[in-house]
Nanobody, 127 residues
């Protein structure tokens, strides 16, 4: 079992930055792939980024690469999503998620590959 608790959402003006955090607990996190997804009103949940807990290998949605980065702090069992140059289109509820094991590259963007989910945190980009 893995438990995930997110923090760091809020209101930010266009062009601003925000860092989301996800605190993870549970014995299986050390072999997991963890990721971020987002869901805007009226839209499906979409992949944002993923990171392999064991070696820090990252993977990003192509449209977001360069503005968003993800990392993990193994000592604190926390992973982060750093979002820069935010746009109104980035407004969504952001979720962290963890797979029961390490995911191959082709599956890291697949929502069905993740077994555990955080509660979500709202990010609103508006002036």
């Amino acid at each position: 079992q893995v438990q995930l608790v997110e923090s760091g959402g809020g209101l930010v003006p266009p062009g601003g930055s925000l860092r989301l955090s996800c605190a993870a607990s549970g014995p299986s996190i050390s072999s997991s792939t963890v990721g971020w997804f987002r869901q805007a009103p009226g839209k499906e949940r979409e992949f944002v980024a993923a990171v392999s807990w064991s070696d820090g290998n990252t993977h990003y949605a192509r449209s977001l690469k360069g503005r968003f980065t993800t990392s993990r702090d193994k000592a604190k069992f926390t992973f982060h999503l750093h979002m820069n140059n935010l746009e109104p289109e980035d407004t969504a509820v952001y979720f962290c998620a963890a797979a029961a094991g390490r995911l191959i590259l082709s599956r890291r963007g697949d929502i069905r590959a993740y077994d555990y989910w955080g509660q979500g945190t709202q990010v609103t980009v508006s002036s």
